[in-house]
């Protein structure tokens, strides 16, 4: 029998979920909730995302709706990512946490890298790094961060340099956007290697970054114009593992991730309108999605939560741990 793609990776799955940034998800204590049950109920990971300040006009194309433009009220803002990462890993004792997606080219990567250092450190080596080059050009020009048309090279840069500070004592540094001295930088991340770097995207440059510079590819899928349902998603893999290969990289060791919608409905229910979305179904129905990206190479899910209140996500996480999970995966010891 054929081995199908992906089948060397088939090893036991993890499944995390993301944290609202915004909407009735996005509180404090909500997500101090949220995360402590995910600890609890063994969950691989959390993730939460990024953004600065929000301009008050937005012309910027958005790439996750099918017109281009925001929608929702933007107006409650974001709480910075990097110190939240720090308090829900105060919060917590297993779980992993991780931006998804941090904008790389929004803050100092020296600073930055030092602060992920940190945080490593004092969580036990549970921190994941989700990079992303960013789409909106006025929070760039807000922040005055490096120009907007730069931003997937000196993401590129960044990542290299914040690498060669959780790996070199001292570290020295000479790219086209950033030089530094040799400097001490201690102390350097718990895991080997350094912080993992998950890239964003599954645009030709965003499969480009992922395959060449990434330890895994953690792309949104299910909103259009990127669906990424199988077929595409089968494609875009094979995109990330040939640039790895022209890069001198193991394609298999780069995780692919894939970040999805999840709904649980109960048995016998059916779908609004008689066809059913890809993640959005029975615990059986969301097995066989999974096990069908599980053949394409996906080893770790990150959930949305499709809960619209604190009493309905915390029951998501309890149906999926309890009659999804142990289908397809050994919980860890």
Same mark, same amino acid.
């Given at each position: 029998?054929t081995?199908?793609?992906?089948?060397?990776?088939?090893?036991?799955m #993890?499944?995390g979920?993301?944290?609202?940034g915004?909407g009735?998800?996005s509180?404090?204590?909500?997500?101090?909730?949220l995360?402590?049950? @995910?600890? &609890?109920?063994?969950?691989?990971?959390?993730? /939460? *995302?990024?953004?600065v300040?929000?301009? /008050?006009?937005?012309d910027?194309?958005?790439?996750?709706?099918?017109? @281009?433009r925001?929608?929702?009220?933007w107006k409650?803002?974001?709480?910075?990512?990097?110190?939240l990462m720090?308090? $829900?890993?105060?919060?917590t004792?297993?779980?992993?946490?991780?931006?998804?997606?941090?904008?790389?080219?929004?803050?100092?990567?020296? /600073?930055t890298?030092?602060?992920?250092a940190t945080?490593?450190?004092l969580?036990g080596g549970?921190?994941i790094? +989700?990079?992303?080059?960013?789409w909106?050009?006025e929070?760039? #020009?807000?922040?005055?961060?490096?120009?907007?048309?730069?931003r997937g090279?000196?993401t590129?840069?960044?990542?290299?340099?914040m690498?060669?500070?959780?790996?070199r004592e001292p570290?020295?540094?000479k790219?086209q956007?950033?030089?530094?001295?040799?400097v001490?930088?201690?102390?350097k991340?718990?895991?080997?290697? +350094?912080?993992?770097?998950? &890239?964003g995207g599954?645009?030709?440059a965003?499969l480009?970054?992922?395959?060449?510079?990434?330890? @895994?590819?953690?792309?949104i899928? $299910?909103?259009?114009?990127?669906?990424l349902?199988?077929?595409?998603?089968?494609?875009?893999? !094979?995109i990330?593992?040939?640039?790895?290969?022209k890069?001198? =990289?193991?394609?298999? !060791?780069i %995780?692919?991730s894939?970040?999805?919608?999840l709904?649980l =409905?109960?048995?016998?229910?059916k779908? !609004?309108?008689?066809?059913?979305?890809?993640?959005? @179904? *029975?615990?059986?129905?969301?097995?066989?999605?999974?096990? %069908?990206? #599980?053949?394409?190479?996906?080893?770790?899910?990150?959930w949305d939560l499709?809960?619209?209140?604190?009493?309905g !996500?915390l029951a998501? $996480?309890d149906?999926f741990?309890?009659?999804? =999970?142990?289908? /397809?995966?050994r919980l860890p010891?």
């Amino acid at each position: 029998m054929t081995r199908p793609e992906g089948a060397s990776n088939m090893a036991p799955m #993890q499944f995390g979920f993301a944290l609202q940034g915004r909407g009735p998800l996005s509180k404090p204590d909500i997500l101090f909730r949220l995360v402590q049950k @995910g600890d &609890t109920l063994r969950y691989a990971s959390a993730f /939460v *995302t990024d953004h600065v300040v929000i301009p /008050v006009e937005i012309d910027s194309a958005y790439p996750y709706s099918a017109n @281009g433009r925001v929608g929702g009220d933007w107006k409650e803002g974001y709480l910075e990512p990097l110190p939240l990462m720090a308090h $829900l890993a105060a919060l917590t004792k297993r779980i992993r946490i991780g931006t998804s997606v941090l904008i790389i080219p929004y803050r100092n990567p020296v /600073v930055t890298a030092k602060m992920l250092a940190t945080m490593d450190v004092l969580s036990g080596g549970r921190i994941i790094l +989700g990079a992303g080059v960013g789409w909106m050009e006025e929070e760039f #020009q807000a922040l005055t961060a490096p120009a907007y048309k730069e931003r997937g090279r000196v993401t590129d840069e960044f990542i290299r340099l914040m690498r060669e500070i959780w790996q070199r004592e001292p570290v020295d540094f000479k790219g086209q956007y950033y030089s530094l001295k040799p400097v001490s930088a201690l102390p350097k991340p718990l895991q080997k290697g +350094g912080i993992p770097v998950w &890239t964003g995207g599954h645009t030709d440059a965003a499969l480009r970054r992922a395959g060449q510079v990434a330890d @895994g590819w953690h792309p949104i899928g $299910l909103r259009p114009p990127g669906l990424l349902e199988p077929d595409e998603y089968r494609q875009k893999v !094979a995109i990330v593992r040939d640039w790895a290969r022209k890069a001198g =990289r193991d394609p298999q !060791a780069i %995780t692919m991730s894939f970040r999805v919608p999840l709904e649980l =409905r109960p048995r016998g229910a059916k779908a !609004a309108g008689g066809d059913r979305t890809l993640f959005r @179904g *029975t615990a059986a129905e969301v097995v066989e999605d999974i096990r %069908t990206y #599980q053949r394409l190479g996906v080893t770790h899910f990150v959930w949305d939560l499709t809960a619209t209140d604190l009493k309905g !996500a915390l029951a998501l $996480l309890d149906h999926f741990a309890a009659d999804v =999970r142990p289908k /397809v995966q050994r919980l860890p010891r």
